[in-house]
């Protein structure tokens, strides 16, 4: 499995009502949400992913505040196939996990990829390629029982495949 | 090597002797928790399951307490989901308007979680209960939709930050002071994936209240959870609400912690969080001149009676600014009930406040309060993040029941000790 694509760069404590504000936590449907995804951040990120940009890189906490599913939600139906962090706000970490978000932790990617590089993650070896900057990058793999849990696309595929045990 | 407090009760919940950091578990659960906006996204993900019932009607809690009385059709619509899912589950803790309170305010005044207790929500603030002695963490929908249906989830063990707190605190400095102050020491990934262990002789000055009011923002350090050791005042509210099975998990004498903090509780200062990041603190001596229009009294932190009765005793026989819309929630309809006989209710509108039915409502800019473009509030809630009240350009400071209270009369953020 691998991601690739080019990056859109956010800073540090990026929080879920930026994601997705609360004023669209009424509807479950996650075209809509997708629409509104960081609209109050950044305007240009639906044109962005539709351009290609379709990893984000961001720094410490990411996804902190609120428990909403809606922010991993809202952030996969946009089209984006990666977000590498410094590190991830734990809940959100366990949500897209559980949805199948594809999420990487690699403070050395954070501090080095830049906005607009073009990068290549491959899970499987844990590795990520700045193809800009023709560097490399070592991420932190997930242990076996949450990579089950990422292989079959989530938490619900994972439980229908009886990959957790009774 | 010993266990903490909440690698204990995971331990237990888990049928393991013993667990380190790090391990990664499946538990058994005591309670799973829902409100109006995680549920219908869980409710949709349960379908997937094909479970042919909820593993427990009595340990699922479904509470409509974010969008409601629904503010628009589509949140009626989300809580008409939720409502038809616990009909036809025979859900037994359905919360909905005219039973509803704010759901960490509601769950341990109903005796539904407790000490001891493993407990998930899809809600962040789900931690609060932690005041209790439980080990109590939020997570997402999809996590409750598989909780509802085998009564487990997983969990990678925490490892811990050990807060001692020493001494008695100042007058008008609350548990809202104590958790700000932290906060602000530690910042708001200080103890990222990590539990907040509170202990030392500090804790016996501590209200129940007080203590939901820090376990509830342990959130806000980034925190798995926040715990408390159970003392007699634990044992006290347990039994007024209904539970006579305290259950104590005391950290061994070896436990490993990351980092032991002492904190001096006497000489903490209230405190506030400037815009927009909880962590951006400041003691009231250093706030400034910081003009407001609103002032919200409520939520899941501090909506509950003593946050009531300490704003009443400010409010008594003055006026709120004439330029400050000033909202006081209750958090649950017995606070409500408690307020109105201790005649609370009476001296909040008699100083021109306004008084709400149990909602979250602007807490997360949902309805009943929100702000327009470069207005200003001070709120009892728990985050001040961009946007999180209203208008991206409006601001949020939070700050206890008091210092609010005392900034809604002087129209400015103000000390509870000056008006
Ligand atoms: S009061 Fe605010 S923080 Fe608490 S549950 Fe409601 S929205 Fe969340």
């Given at each position: 499995m691998n991601a690739k694509g080019k990056v859109i760069k956010y800073g540090n404590n990026i929080d879920t009502d930026v994601i997705i504000p609360a004023r669209h936590l009424?509807?479950?449907?996650?075209?809509?949400?997708?629409?509104?995804?960081m609209e109050d951040l950044d305007k240009s990120f639906p044109g962005r992913v539709g351009e290609g940009c379709t990893i984000i890189v961001a720094g410490k906490n990411f996804g902190c505040g609120s428990s909403r599913e809606h922010a991993p939600l809202a952030i996969k139906a946009s089209g984006i196939a990666c977000v590498i962090a410094s590190d991830f706000a734990r809940i959100f970490y366990r949500n897209s996990i559980n949805i199948g978000l594809p999420i990487v932790e690699c403070p050395e990617a954070a501090a080095s990829i830049e906005d607009g590089d073009e990068v290549e993650v491959f899970f499987d070896s844990g590795v990520i390629k700045n193809l800009t900057k023709s560097a490399e990058y070592k991420m932190t793999p997930f242990p076996p029982f949450l990579q089950a849990i990422i292989s079959a696309g989530g938490l619900i595929a994972a439980a229908e495949k009886n990959l957790l045990g009774d | 090597m010993g266990m903490t407090m909440s690698q204990k009760i995971l331990a237990e919940h888990c049928g393991l002797p013993s667990l380190r950091a790090g391990d990664i578990v499946m538990a058994q659960l005591d309670m799973v928790l829902g409100n109006d906006i995680t549920s219908p996204v869980a409710v949709k993900e349960y379908a997937r399951l094909g479970s042919p019932c909820v593993f427990d009607c009595n340990k699922i809690a479904l509470v409509m307490d974010h969008f409601t009385p629904n503010k628009d059709i589509k949140a009626a619509e989300q809580c008409k989901t939720v409502r038809e899912f616990a009909r036809e589950n025979e859900i037994v803790n359905f919360f909905d308007v005219g039973e509803v309170g704010v759901e960490h305010a509601l769950l341990p005044e109903k005796g539904l979680v407790g000490s001891?207790?493993?407990?998930?929500?899809?809600?962040?603030?789900?931690?609060?209960?932690?005041?209790?002695?439980?080990?109590?963490?939020?997570?997402?929908?999809?996590?409750?939709?598989?909780?509802?249906?085998?009564?487990?989830?997983?969990?990678?063990?925490?490892?811990?930050?050990?807060?001692?707190?020493?001494?008695?605190?100042?007058?008008?400095v609350s548990g809202k002071d104590i958790i700000l102050h932290i906060i602000g020491k530690i910042g708001v990934n200080g103890a990222q994936y990590k539990s907040m262990e509170f202990t030392g002789d500090g804790i016996e000055h501590l209200s129940m209240d007080d203590r939901l009011c820090m376990a509830n923002m342990a959130i806000e350090a980034g925190a798995k959870n926040g715990i408390f050791e159970v003392d007699e005042k634990t044992v006290e509210y347990e039994k007024a609400n209904g539970r006579n099975n305290t259950r104590v998990f005391k950290a061994d004498s070896d436990a490993e912690y990351d980092e032991v903090i002492e904190i001096d509780l006497s000489t903490i200062r209230p405190t506030v969080a400037f815009p927009h990041l909880p962590e951006n603190t400041?003691?009231?001596?250093?706030?400034?001149?910081?003009?407001?229009?609103?002032?919200?009294?409520?939520?899941?932190?501090?909506?509950?009676l003593e946050d009531l009765e300490v704003a009443a005793a400010i409010l008594e026989g003055k006026r709120v600014h004439r330029d400050c819309r000033v909202l006081i929630i209750p958090a649950t309809q017995k606070i409500y009930l408690?307020?109105?006989?201790?005649?609370?209710?009476?001296?909040?509108?008699?100083?021109?406040?306004?008084?709400?039915?149990?909602?979250?409502?602007?807490?997360l800019g949902g309805h009943m309060g929100i702000l327009a473009k470069g207005e200003r509030a001070v709120a009892t809630t728990n985050r001040n993040f961009v946007g999180r009240m209203g208008h991206t350009e409006s601001e949020v400071y939070l700050a206890s029941p008091a210092v609010a209270a005392a900034s809604a009369i002087a129209g400015k953020i103000a000390s509870p000790g000056e008006v």
């Open positions: 009424n509807t479950t449907d996650e075209k809509v949400l997708a629409s509104h995804c | 001891g207790d493993l407990v998930i929500g899809a809600d962040s603030h789900t931690c609060t209960y932690g005041a209790l002695g439980a080990f109590s963490t939020g997570v997402g929908s999809t996590d409750m939709a598989y909780a509802m249906a085998t009564g487990k989830a997983w969990f990678k063990v925490p490892s811990a930050i050990k807060f001692v707190l020493k001494n008695k605190p100042q007058k008008w400041r003691t009231i001596d250093e706030v400034g001149e910081v003009e407001i229009d609103q002032v919200v009294i409520g939520s899941c932190t501090n909506g509950r408690d307020a109105m006989e201790k005649g609370l209710l009476k001296t909040f509108i008699e100083s021109g406040c306004a008084v709400s039915t149990p909602t979250c409502g602007p807490c």
